[in-house]
């Protein structure tokens, strides 16, 4: 009972610390509109062609707003010592970091669910399939969350090199935009199989990331 | 056994190594190229260029071995914490790169004649574009820490994730309807590559794993001797 307060309080922290500057989270769906239009003006306005590559648009830019999200992850608590704290006063690491996943993916992945519809009405989709883009969203929106904590873990003492971290999510990205938009592009059939193979990635992702985080989160304390 | 885990043994035994390992690495080369470029037949259909294949089937096996005896050797580091695998690891990885990049290089040379194009967007070739990025990405890890032990670990973290990508290599031809063929040579049925092609194949892969091995073991010992001087 201790242990459920305990985290009840870390993640009651998460939400105050966030909404004390939630322009963070607007500016972050205004980068997400601005990268559409950035499109829209490199592509042109063709209806057509917008509505074809609408999908790959949406996840492209999915992941570029995860990249600007990872240092949020350990970061700042590594800095002002924080994550120590929180450890001795007895949460192990890998809980911290399923605390995290959680309050993140609410901050920074979550609302994108409300802008999805925004960017169909930009590229002129039709409505049809939102659902599905919707269940694809969450599953994986999750994936990158994952990670981006594993990439915030492992880039905490890297301070020479600024494009690894978003270098890493990409990277292990692939899979995932190529099942997502193919799901959603493919015939009825072809979905349900994508569907669980991105499922299947998810689950594995969120097996072994809290003991990928927390070996990372540890190295860095103990060479701070 | 301490041969692949303890810098000094290491040292000891690589230098009864080396010189007849580039003897070796010589001859099988020699012996490979005169097989590949002369005395193996043109195929009916390719022609000559199926001659590219005497370097681009090695230099891809090389390239999937060295990432997983890179995997093997962080396995190794991360649970029983022997530095020396670190060396190793930051030792190959260049030697790793390179054959990617030599495969991909002979692949696109390959394809233009026999497919008309030097890219296609085809599950194999793309999964190999992708382990040339990390072998890249593995380079830069190491440079990218103030401590160098710290960046050891994460690298090896990193090698452990990468590996995923392994058997999505080798699987690529059979789980999709790829452009590229799947393989000639498998354990488990017999080859259906003809002898007369097969014999110079094997002779080539035989003398890059030894040029492989003799590049990786000096590399190795001038990473040992690099440490050495930094303490």
Not at chain 2, 162 to 171: A, D, E, R
């Amino acid at each position: 009972m201790k242990l459920f307060n305990s985290i009840l309080a870390v993640i009651y922290r998460e939400f105050k610390l966030t909404f004390r500057n939630s322009y963070d989270i607007l500016s972050i769906l205004i980068f997400f509109i601005l990268g559409i239009l950035i499109f829209v003006f490199s592509i042109g306005p063709n209806k057509e062609l917008l509505s074809q590559l609408s999908i790959g648009i949406v996840w492209t830019l999915l992941i570029l707003a995860t990249n600007l999200t990872f240092k949020k992850f350990y970061q700042e608590d590594l800095n002002d010592g924080n994550i120590y704290l929180l450890h001795i006063s007895g949460i192990s690491y890998e809980i911290i970091v399923i605390i995290k996943l959680f309050c993140l993916w609410i901050f920074f992945q979550l609302p994108f669910l409300i802008m999805i519809p925004v960017a169909f009405l930009l590229f002129g989709n039709n409505f049809e399939n939102i659902y599905l883009v919707m269940e694809i969203f969450i599953i994986s929106s999750l994936i990158l969350t994952t990670l981006a904590s594993i990439s915030g873990a492992m880039n905490l003492l890297n301070n020479k090199n600024i494009a690894l971290g978003s270098s890493i999510i990409m990277i292990f990205s692939i899979p995932i935009i190529i099942f997502s938009v193919s799901a959603i592009n493919s015939s009825v059939e072809l979905i349900q199989p994508q569907i669980n193979i991105l499922l299947g990635i998810l689950f594995l992702f969120l097996a072994i990331t809290p003991w990928i985080s927390a070996f990372c989160i540890k190295i860095a304390i103990s060479n701070k | 056994m301490k041969f692949f885990l303890n810098p000094s043994e290491f040292n000891r035994i690589s230098n009864l190594l080396v010189k007849p390992l580039f003897i070796l690495s010589f001859l099988t080369l020699t012996l490979g190229l005169i097989f590949a470029l002369y005395l193996s037949p043109d195929d009916y259909q390719q022609g000559s260029t199926v001659r590219i294949m005497y370097v681009h089937v090695p230099s891809a096996w090389l390239a999937l071995l060295t990432f997983m005896i890179m995997t093997i050797y962080s396995i190794i580091g991360l649970t029983f914490k022997t530095p020396f695998s670190f060396i190793v690891n930051s030792a190959i990885a260049p030697i790793g790169a390179t054959f990617t990049f030599i495969c991909l290089i002979t692949g696109s040379l390959w394809g233009k004649p026999m497919w008309g194009t030097w890219w296609v967007w085809d599950a194999r070739l793309t999964s190999v574009a992708v382990l040339f990025i990390l072998y890249i990405l593995i380079i830069f890890f190491k440079k990218s820490f103030h401590n160098i032990e710290v960046g050891e670990k994460i690298t090896a973290i990193f090698i452990i994730l990468g590996s995923i990508n392994l058997p999505i290599i080798k699987f690529s031809v059979d789980w999709w309807n790829t452009l590229h063929q799947p393989a000639s040579i498998s354990k488990l049925s017999s080859p259906s590559i003809h002898l007369s092609m097969m014999i110079p194949l094997i002779i080539m892969t035989l003398a890059f794993t030894m040029i492989g091995l003799l590049i990786g073991i000096i590399r190795i010992k001038s990473e040992i001797a690099q440490r050495k001087q930094r303490i």
